[in-house]
């Protein structure tokens, strides 16, 4: 069973940059983050596929610019590197993994799932 676990989230000013952090138990493929607000649904930040299928990364557009995904094979650890952070990213942040090779979108394509960090943006 693939197991998940997320850090790095925490409470930080508008514009400040955060990184999360994914560490992964288990064989992984493609994996990728997911947000969560209060009353709203989850929605794709970014995903990242496996190494050997060129590891094409993709992202939503509302973090296109400002957030990159990457991953350390050797580490069996996947990040998620966040730029100019506006209120509107406050979010519980949650990692996935999937059972593809290639990067995928919809939550779900995801098998496994962490428990999520909090992010907070104030302005």
């Known amino acids: 069973q693939v197991q998940l676990v997320e850090s790095g989230g925490g409470l930080v000013q508008a514009g400040d940059s955060l990184r999360l952090s994914c560490a992964a138990s288990?064989?992984?493929?493609?994996m990728g983050w997911f947000r969560q607000a209060p009353g709203k649904e989850r929605e794709f930040v970014a995903g990242?596929?496996?190494?050997?299928?060129?590891?094409?990364?993709d992202y939503a557009d509302s973090v296109m610019g400002r957030f990159t995904i990457s991953r350390d094979n050797a580490k069996n650890t996947v990040y998620l590197q966040m730029n100019s952070l506006k209120p509107e990213d406050t979010a519980i942040y949650l990692c996935?993994?999937?059972?593809?090779?290639?990067?995928?979108?919809?939550?779900?394509?995801?098998?496994?799932w962490g428990q999520g960090t909090q992010v907070t943006v104030s302005s």
């Open positions: 996935a993994a999937a059972r593809y090779a290639s990067v995928r979108r919809s939550d779900n394509d995801y098998t496994y």
């Open positions: 288990g064989r992984t493929f493609a």
């Open positions: 990242i596929g496996i190494s050997w299928t060129g590891g094409i990364a």
